[in-house]
């Protein structure tokens, strides 16, 4: 089975901090994804990766960056965080283009 | 017009009858299709994938496809009240960049 660990489960931290949420997949895949889930608006892409040092933007990229320097980590940055970025955020995987994602855990971060 | 909708629900159904999800999606050559079933405060977890015309069934479900329509459903049989979470909908576009999420139907197994 398929494993993608995220290394915090809940989070809390203040609007300005820079935070680090870390992704990794135990399977070799390829691609690698960030969402985050709202209520009402569903799951949002925000970066994703096809291969090491590799990033394209997703449809919310403001206020984030990534960083891949090995295959198997993704990590989603916030460079200031604010309130609005209050969420849950979301890692998955997949082995190809064509395959499904299967996501990690998720992150609950709360900034106050 | 969003990309990948649903149906918000909640949608009820009694235990051991057919529940039916429905999905319409926009872009006509999308070639991949998922199901994610999500319970409340987890992650979603894959119940089925499809990618040609028809039915594809897995134990008591079975997913249809009609591109010509730009339908997908999910039909589950025999709905047990451990079925009630949120359903997400899921096509790759052509561009097969990534993965659209429509904002998922709440399902309800009443006993």
């Known amino acids: 089975d398929v494993k993608v660990t995220q290394s915090s489960r809940y989070l809390v931290k203040r609007t300005g901090e820079k935070v680090f949420l870390e992704c990794v997949q135990d399977?070799?895949?390829?691609?690698m994804f960030w969402y985050r889930q709202d209520p009402g608006l569903g799951l949002r892409l925000i970066y994703f990766?096809?291969?090491?040092?590799?990033?394209e933007k997703g449809d919310i990229p403001e206020g984030y960056s990534v960083s891949r320097e090995k295959k198997e980590r993704f990590s989603l940055i916030l460079e200031s965080a604010s309130t609005n970025q209050t969420s849950m955020y979301l890692c998955?995987?997949?082995?190809?283009?064509?395959?499904?994602?299967?996501f990690g855990n998720g992150t609950r971060l709360t900034v106050t | 017009q969003k990309e990948v909708e649903q149906n918000s629900g909640p949608l009820s159904v009694p235990e051991g009858a057919i529940a039916s999800l429905n999905c319409t999606y926009s872009?006509?050559?999308?070639?991949?299709f998922f199901w994610y079933r999500q319970y409340s405060g987890k992650s979603p977890e894959l119940i089925m994938s499809?990618?040609?015309?028809g039915d594809k069934e897995d134990g008591r479900f079975t997913a249809q496809l009609n591109k010509a329509s730009q339908y997908v459903s999910l039909l589950i049989r025999d709905s047990q009240p451990s079925d009630s979470a949120t359903y997400l909908c899921?096509?790759?576009?052509?561009?097969?960049?990534?993965?659209?999420f429509g904002s998922g139907t709440r399902l309800s197994i009443r006993p």
């Open positions: 998955a995987s997949s082995y190809t283009e064509a395959a499904p994602l299967h």
């Open positions: 399977m070799d895949h390829e691609n």
């Open positions: 990766s096809y291969d090491v040092k590799m990033k």
């Open positions: 872009d006509r050559v999308s070639q991949s």
């Open positions: 499809i990618y040609s015309n």
């Open positions: 899921a096509v790759r576009n052509s561009s097969a960049s990534k993965i659209i």
